[in-house]
């Protein structure tokens, strides 16, 4: 029987230019290949219900999308994180589920190095003063200068790794808080590990660098912000569900925190009311953090490789292989 991989959603802007190496990448491999824009829940259920693989640009990979493609051996979600796939239920039904855990360190890590030198450096406020005519460094005050300060970084994995290169190219001093490493483990990766409290109360910026799952769900919340110092600033290019948004809002609005970069927000995309987007201690860009043309370019030939290799009966890179344990198990 031929095997049919099904492609849901890509970067619009470039469906022609990653949608036509796929289509011509899996006809020489004698598989068929549909690519999909599903713009509801009942479109993806749909879109899938005959795929042998799914490649997952986008969409919610919930128990009820895994029941409605009953032939699919293997997802491919096209990032890092994993929050949209229910990996229970992809185990339940034989479903390997992917990632791509090397796909954009440095792009988010250049990403978040950015928002924390735009933040601190002031340079959207500066920019803005400047095209509406006025030529006037007044709102460099308080701007202090980077070197010999903290950065404490809110996980430390290959994000957060990258990110500490990065800052100590800076001059800074990296803490971090990571429960899944040891504190040796940390002192060979760059960084003193400290517990969440003591790292929050110490840092002069903050970068989170999390992934979304229950235990860090509103990790930041009021009493977070409130340790941190007046003159702190805040770096979120993780997902914006480890925040507290209203009590961030509140950080920004009355004081507690000097300012903040985000990348990532509760609601994508915000109600255009929503009050952080019209805070002047605030700089926001739209979850664009792992964007790169290389990026976008590797996305299509990455799942390509994990699809095939399952498909012909073999699995997954481990490092990709996000619920590997559960095969393991049953094996």
Known sequence: MAKLVVRVNAYPHRVEQTVGWEQRAYAEAGVEFRFVQARTPEELRAAVAEADAVVAGGGVWDREAFAAMPRARVLV???VGLDRVDLAAASERGVMVCNMPDLCTDEVADHAMALLLACNRKVARLAERVKDGTWDRVLLEPMPRLR??????LGFGRIGQAMGERCRGFGLRVVAYDPYLTAEVAHERGAELLELDDLLATSDFVSCHLPHVASTYHLMGEAQFRRMKPSALFVNTSRG???????LTRALREGWIMGAGLDVLEQEPPDPADPILRLPNAVVTPHAAGFSDEV?????????EEV??????????????????????KT
């Open 77 to 79: 979600n096209c990032g």
């Open 296 to 304: 976008v370019d590797r996305i299509p030939r990455l799942a390509f």
């Open 241 to 247: 569900k480890v925040v507290d948004q209203v009590a």
């Open 148 to 153: 010999g300060k903290t950065i404490g970084l």
């Open 308 to 329: 095939m290799a399952v498909l012909g009966g073999g699995t997954p890179r481990p490092i990709a292989w996000a619920n590997r344990a559960a095969f393991e198990v």
